[in-house]
């Protein structure tokens, strides 16, 4: 339940403009300290996974691999891995929903 509405809130924010989304661009964001929270797909590869989680660990940021790519997809509208939260108010709400 609380799995869908995390979902939920990540069509929320993608709508809102809140995220970036692709490897490239959120590690780029996480180097700026700009993202609050990084989604990355449980089924990506290993090294985009590696990267994704070396990078928001060095910054501090909270990286989350619970969904499948395909959960991740259909929630913003687009085939993507990794995904960046840039917003404080959605990120604390997810990982709430995620993490409990």
Known sequence: MNRQKALNMLGLAMRAGKLVTGEEMTVKEVKMQKTKLVLVAH???????????????????????????????????????????????FAKRIKELILG
């Open 43 to 89: 089924d990506a590869g290993k090294n985009t996974q590696k990267k994704v989680k070396d990078k928001s660990s060095f910054y501090q940021v909270p990286c989350i691999d619970v969904f499948h790519s395909d959960e991740l997809s259909q929630a913003i509208g687009k085939q993507r891995m990794v995904i960046g939260v840039m917003d404080n108010g």
